[in-house]
């Protein structure tokens, strides 16, 4: 579905006069406008499903070097910066990083469509572990492989220029799925690559 940029616009203008300010003073008036291609933006991801996605980033590559079920070589693409926003109060996840790690299996996927995965993802309202699953399903489809890992770093707004306002506080997430969930090695393997 697509963002409905007129609503946003209406709806916007409506919060800054319950607000108790005026929509049509000089430094508002544009707002809603700026607000919903703001939102067209930031919300990128809300306007396609996880599949959707895979298809439009699975450009990969057929390699020897790859072939073979019981292979453990893995491909971590380190440290991708990201923004995101909570679905509780729409406030900004800022300082996020992502770390991607999948064992190829018939292919190896261009590395930068991993990068552009995680900006899909993360282009929604979200919260910190379901940008983990949705990068790890989105992942999964695209390369053709079940073991895929992600690990994200972030620092919520909400929890740091608000309520219980814990500026120095920052959230990790683990989503190991396939052989990074049950093979020891290879999440002894992740560990150390993470830290090289
Ligand atoms: N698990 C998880 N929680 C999140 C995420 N982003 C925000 N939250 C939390 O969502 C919760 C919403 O709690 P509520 O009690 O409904 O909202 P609130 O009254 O604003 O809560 P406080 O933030 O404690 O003041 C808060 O604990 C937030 O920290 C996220 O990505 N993952
Ligand atoms: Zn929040």
């Known amino acids: 579905m697509a963002i409905d940029k007129d609503a946003i616009r209406e709806h916007v203008r409506g919060i800054l006069a319950a607000l108790g300010d005026d929509p049509d003073r000089e430094g508002l008036k544009e707002t809603p406008d700026r607000v919903a291609r703001m939102y ?3 919300f990128e991801g809300m306007n396609y499903t996880n599949h959707e996605i895979a298809m439009m980033f699975n450009k990969s590559f057929k390699d020897d070097l790859c072939v ?6 893995i491909v971590l693409v380190r440290d991708i910066p990201i923004f995101s926003y909570c679905e509780h109060h729409i406030a900004l ?24 995965i995680c900006d899909m993802a ?5 919260l910190q572990e379901r940008i983990g699953s949705d990068i790890a399903e989105i992942m999964c489809e695209a390369a053709e492989t079940e073991d895929v890992a992600v690990i994200i770093h972030g620092t919520h707004s909400c929890m740091s220029a608000r309520g219980i306002k ?28 993470l830290h090289a």
């Not at 073979?68 to 070589?73: L, Y």
């Not at 993360?122 to 979200?126: A, G, I």
């Open 68 to 73: 073979g079920a019981d292979k453990k070589d």
């Open 122 to 126: 993360s282009k929604r309202l979200q």
């Open 93 to 116: 996840m800022y300082d996020m990083s992502v770390s991607v790690a999948y064992i190829p299996k018939d292919k190896v996927l261009g590395l930068s469509k991993i990068a552009r």
């Open 40 to 42: 067209e933006e930031v």
């Open 166 to 193: 814990k500026d120095a506080a920052s959230t990790v997430t683990t989503t190991f799925r396939g052989r990074f969930e049950t093979d020891s090695s290879i999440q002894s393997q992740l560990t150390m690559m």
